[in-house]
């Protein structure tokens, strides 16, 4: 049983060790712009107003 859950383990590595090694994009990449987007002010002389950044 032992032998068995190491040879699975030596087995499935390299596969992990590939998916690791992927580039992860996560939010904008460089030159992208940000689309608008909603926001709740909570301070200043907008104080309470939803206001819209473009």
Known sequence: MRVSAVLCG?????SAVVIAAEAVKSGLQVGERC????VLDITGP?????????
């Open 10 to 14: 030596v087995l499935l590595l390299p």
């Open 46 to 54: 907008n104080k309470g107003k939803q206001l819209c950044y473009v």
């Open 35 to 38: 689309p608008p987007f909603q």
